[in-house]
């Protein structure tokens, strides 16, 4: 996600690639004024814009078949024929040789006209696979030749592509400009180190000042505006410089307040905290000084009033602040001594704070605004009167842009260690979101009361080295869904069953069969014959008679006896193999915080909220010395 980076520091090098030694180079950091707002540098590699040769490589074309089947065609019969010609040829010369020597030279002539008529067959033959063959093998030379000539060309055209797209490519530039976006009117930056602050400041704040003023609030106490005011002042941008507390004299952060106006700014800076205790606290030194605004006119100073507090306390001031006149009203005339006696520990505390700052804007006079406005911190041990600078500036800025009658500058804010008051920066930021002025603010670190404001417009991240920091950032840029494998099951399994089964009977049975049969029968009977003759009293008879008894009787008796053994032995073998595999869906960070902790020096991570809710996340690079390099372009690349 990150873009290449360049191996230089903020500061600008003795010159560009190729120059002279100790050679000036102005000119070439001019370029960052261009027009067009930048937040940074992206890189696209040109040869990857570089797009094949679309024509395929030209292929042989092979000799058609029919040209090779007439070749074969025709050697086949030449060899067929040989050998045909051959047998039968031989055959009849020996039967004309034999005939020859029964009848004689006629035969012999016979012989050798039929070797002839053989031989011209063969050579017919032999001459019909020769040009079969000549004319495959130019085929062949003609279809090579094209495909020879097809070749050259299309390597000429190939060669041409290439020469074209290289310098095409060539004109193409390799980094172009992040663009802050035609909406963009608060960013918040987290992280980075002092130089990649200060890298990011020059580059965007010379991109600004090409189209509006500029107010850069320092308070990191480095002085990393240092570097965009330089090059400010080589392109002969009007430069206000204001360093404190330093040169504090020189300030004017309370040029051109109200007296009520310089109360009241005071105030909240001596009360930064606004806890509810110290309410009543701060009702009183504002009545405080308000009557010492009173008694001072119109001429209303720090110093004055911080002289005009001594002079209540009663201590002795050689100072040239006050006339003896206003130093004796005040000190007689202005509070009761009973009152002050009560208010002493009020006076005590708002002498104490203002006495360092009793300079404050003295030798401003003559010095008007420029058109980019540098308000500093610098390196000074933390103290009060630090702090209550830093509450001034940015009190003095929202008061600036509040009644502004142009158009409103652009406002950079680069916080310190320390940090300020959230109220502060909240007020700030309502004030530009109702002037319209862009509102960018530089954070070290995302913790504290850094992340309660992350999200009040575009976001940027830099190399966030501490992890939780990093941890907040992934959260803030979500999370995003795949699927993953979640499980492998590899499955091998033997399985082995083994059965023995044995049986063993016997029987017995046993059976008697008893029969008996008994019959008995008798037989009586007589006739009468009469005979119709011619007798009629003739007549015949005659009688049988008999009897018969039988008795049978049987029994039969049968045993058997049955054994039976067996024995069955069964074994079974199975092998069986199983693979699962198992995918779930997860949710993961877009970018995960070991991405954020292992940025590079100079990379930026601008992330910007879509309508539907998703989050883009672009990669760039905030190093000023990439203008240095060769194919830049001041425009988004296209």
Same mark, same amino acid.
């Given at each position: 996600?990150?873009s290449?980076?360049?191996?230089t520091?903020?500061?600008?090098p003795?010159g560009?690639?190729?120059a002279?030694?100790?050679?000036s *180079? &102005?000119?070439?950091f001019?370029?960052?004024?261009?027009?067009?707002?930048r937040?940074g540098?992206?890189?696209?590699?040109p040869? @990857? *814009?570089?797009?094949p040769?679309?024509?395929?490589?030209?292929?042989?074309?092979? /000799?058609?078949?029919?040209?090779?089947?007439?070749?074969?065609?025709?050697?086949?019969?030449?060899?067929? $024929?040989?050998?045909?010609?051959?047998?039968?040829?031989g055959?009849?010369?020996l039967?004309?040789? *034999?005939?020859?020597a029964a009848?004689?030279?006629a035969?012999?002539?016979?012989?050798?006209?039929?070797v002839?008529?053989?031989l011209?067959?063969?050579?017919?033959?032999?001459?019909?696979?020769?040009?079969?063959t000549?004319?495959?093998?130019?085929?062949?030379?003609?279809?090579?030749?094209?495909?020879?000539?097809?070749?050259?060309d299309?390597q000429q055209?190939?060669?041409q592509?290439?020469?074209?797209?290289?310098?095409?490519?060539?004109?193409?530039?390799?980094w172009?400009?992040?663009?802050?976006g035609?909406?963009?009117?608060?960013?918040?930056l987290?992280?980075g180190?002092?130089?990649?602050?200060?890298?990011?400041?020059?580059v965007?704040?010379?991109?600004?000042?090409q189209?509006?003023?500029?107010?850069?609030?320092?308070?990191?106490?480095?002085?990393?505006?240092?570097?965009?005011?330089?090059?400010?002042e080589?392109?002969?941008?009007?430069v206000?410089?204001?360093l404190?507390?330093s040169?504090?004299?020189?300030?004017?952060i309370?040029?051109?307040l109200?007296p +009520?106006?310089?109360?009241d700014?005071?105030?909240?800076?001596?009360?930064a905290?606004?806890?509810?205790p110290?309410r009543?606290?701060?009702? +009183?030194?504002? $009545?405080i000084?308000q009557q010492?605004?009173?008694?001072l006119g119109?001429? /209303?100073?720090p110093? $004055?009033?911080?002289?005009?507090?001594?002079?209540?306390?009663?201590?002795?001031?050689?100072?040239?602040?006050?006339?003896?006149?206003?130093?004796?009203?005040?000190?007689d005339? +202005? /509070?009761?001594?009973? !009152?002050k006696?009560?208010?002493?520990?009020?006076? +005590?505390?708002l002498?104490?704070?203002l006495?360092?700052?009793?300079?404050?804007?003295?030798?401003?006079?003559?010095?008007g605004?420029?058109?980019?406005?540098?308000?500093?911190?610098d390196?000074?041990?933390?103290?009060a009167?630090?702090?209550?600078?830093?509450?001034?500036?940015?009190? =003095?800025?929202?008061?600036?842009?509040?009644?502004?009658p142009?158009?409103?500058p652009?406002v950079?804010?680069?916080?310190g260690?320390?940090?300020?008051?959230?109220?502060? *920066?909240?007020?700030l930021a309502?004030v530009?979101e109702? $002037?319209g002025?862009?509102?960018t603010?530089?954070?070290?670190?995302?913790?504290? =009361?850094?992340k309660?404001?992350?999200g009040?417009?575009?976001?940027?991240?830099m190399?966030?080295? !501490?992890?939780?920091?990093?941890?907040i950032?992934?959260?803030?840029?979500?999370?995003q869904y795949?699927?993953?494998?979640h499980s492998?099951?590899?499955?091998?399994?033997?399985?082995?069953?083994?059965?023995?089964?044995k049986?063993?009977?016997?029987?017995?049975?046993?059976?008697?069969?008893?029969?008996?049969?008994?019959?008995?029968?008798?037989?009586?009977g @007589?006739?009468s !014959?009469?005979? %119709?003759? &011619?007798?009629p009293?003739?007549?015949?008879? =005659? %009688?049988s008679?008999g009897?018969?008894?039988?008795e049978t009787?049987?029994?039969?008796t =049968?045993t058997t006896?049955?054994?039976?053994d067996s024995t %069955?032995?069964?074994?079974?073998?199975?092998?069986?193999?199983?693979h699962?595999?198992g995918?779930?869906?997860?949710y993961?960070?877009?970018?995960?915080?070991?991405?954020?902790?292992a940025?590079?020096?100079?990379?930026?991570?601008?992330?910007?909220?879509?309508?539907?809710?998703s989050?883009?996340v672009?990669?760039?690079?905030c190093?000023p !010395?990439?203008?240095l390099?060769?194919?830049?372009?001041?425009?988004?690349l296209p």
């Open positions: 996600m990150t290449p980076q360049t191996d520091g903020t500061k600008p003795a560009p690639p190729g002279e030694p100790g050679a *180079l &102005p000119e070439h001019l370029r960052l004024f261009a027009a067009g707002q937040l540098w992206t890189y696209r590699d040869e @990857s *814009l570089r797009t040769f679309p024509e395929p490589e030209p292929q042989r074309h092979p /000799v058609p078949v029919a040209y090779q089947n007439r070749a074969h065609a025709a050697r086949l019969a030449h060899e067929a $024929r040989k050998g045909s010609v051959t047998k039968a040829g055959g009849i010369v039967l004309f040789l *034999l005939l020859t009848a004689g030279a035969m012999a002539v016979l012989a050798v006209a039929a002839a008529v053989c011209v067959l063969v050579v017919h033959s032999g001459r019909t696979a020769a040009t079969s000549a004319q495959l093998e130019a085929k062949h030379a003609e279809l090579e030749q094209h495909f020879q000539y097809a070749w050259h299309w055209r190939g060669t592509h290439a020469a074209a797209q290289d310098a095409w490519v060539r004109g193409h530039d390799a172009g400009a992040l663009p802050a035609p909406n963009a009117r608060r960013l918040d987290f992280g180190s002092q130089r990649s602050r200060e890298g990011f400041l020059t965007f704040g010379a991109s600004t000042l189209q509006q003023p500029l107010i850069v609030l320092d308070l990191t106490q480095a002085l990393i505006c240092e570097e965009l005011a330089s090059l400010a080589l392109a002969d941008v009007p206000d410089v204001q404190l507390p040169r504090m004299a020189e300030s004017g309370v040029s051109g109200t +009520l106006e310089l109360v700014s005071l105030v909240e800076a001596v009360y905290d606004g806890s509810e110290n009543a606290g701060r009702a +009183l030194d504002t $009545r000084l010492l605004c009173g008694a119109d001429d /209303v100073t110093a $004055r009033l911080g002289a005009g507090l001594r002079a209540l306390m009663g201590e002795i001031d050689d100072t040239e602040a006050l006339t003896r006149a206003e130093r004796n009203r005040i000190a005339e +202005l /509070v009761g001594d009973k !009152n006696d009560q208010m002493r520990d009020s006076l +005590l505390r002498a104490s704070l006495h360092p700052l009793e300079r404050l804007g003295a030798e401003r006079a003559g010095r605004p420029g058109y980019l406005t540098c308000i500093a911190l390196f000074v041990t933390g103290s009167s630090t702090e209550m600078l830093a509450d001034l500036a940015v009190q =003095s800025v929202t008061r600036r842009l509040a009644s502004f142009e158009t409103a652009s950079v804010v680069a916080l260690e320390q940090g300020i008051q959230r109220r502060y *920066l909240e007020q309502g530009c109702r $002037r002025a862009q509102l603010v530089l954070h070290p670190h995302l913790r504290e =009361s850094s309660d404001v992350i009040g417009g575009t976001v940027g991240f190399k966030l080295g !501490n992890h939780q920091e990093a941890g950032a992934a959260d803030f840029l979500g999370r795949s699927f993953v494998l492998l099951t590899d499955t091998d399994g033997t399985t082995v069953s083994t059965s023995l089964a049986t063993v009977g016997s029987s017995v049975s046993k059976g008697i069969t008893h029969s008996e049969s008994v019959s008995r029968g008798s037989n009586w @007589s006739s !014959n009469y005979d %119709s003759g &011619p007798n009293f003739s007549s015949g008879g =005659s %009688s008679s009897g018969s008894w039988s009787t049987g029994t039969s =049968s006896h049955t054994t039976n %069955s032995h069964t074994t079974s073998e199975g092998t069986s193999t199983s699962a595999r995918e779930q869906r997860v993961e960070y877009a970018v995960e915080p070991t991405q954020l902790q940025l590079a020096d100079f990379s930026l991570l601008l992330v910007d909220r879509r309508p539907d809710g989050v883009a672009r990669a760039a690079d190093n !010395n990439i203008i390099l060769d194919r830049v372009s001041t425009r988004p």
